[in-house]
């Protein structure tokens, strides 16, 4: 599986921005995928998690203001990010985790990744 995100930009606080990652692959469907971030001179976070159903969890530090959504039919999922605050300033990340199970919040977890895409919240 190959993904690729791209969606992330320069916002004000308050503002909102939607990152999406295409994924390669036929078995993207049955993959769990995953956002994570990373802010300077910090360690890589979970912020959500969803399942081929699209059940879906998330970190308390966006939960009601972040939505992950994915489309199998068109092999992409999106991080819906709205009310932005400048700690939300960071690169993200897209995993999939292709075990069966629950939505792990470990990125050692995940398979594979993304490059990455720039979210800069300015205050």
């Known amino acids: 599986v190959q993904l690729q995100a791209s969606g992330g930009g320069l916002v004000q606080t308050g503002g909102s921005l939607r990152l999406s990652c295409a994924a390669s692959g036929s078995s993207f469907s049955r993959h769990i995928m995953g956002w994570f971030r990373q802010a300077p001179g910090k360690e890589r976070e979970f912020v959500a998690g969803i399942r081929w159903i699209g059940y879906s969890t998330y970190s308390d530090s966006v939960k009601g203001r972040f939505t992950i959504s994915r489309d199998n039919a068109k092999k992409t999922v999106y991080l819906q990010m709205n009310s932005l605050k400048p700690e939300d300033t960071a690169v993200y990340y897209c995993?999939?985790?292709?075990?069966?199970?629950?939505?792990?919040?470990?990125?050692?977890?995940?398979?594979?990744w993304g490059q990455g895409t720039q979210v800069t919240v300015s205050s």
């Open positions: 995993a999939a985790d292709d075990r069966p199970g629950t939505i792990s919040t470990y990125s050692r977890e995940y398979n594979y």
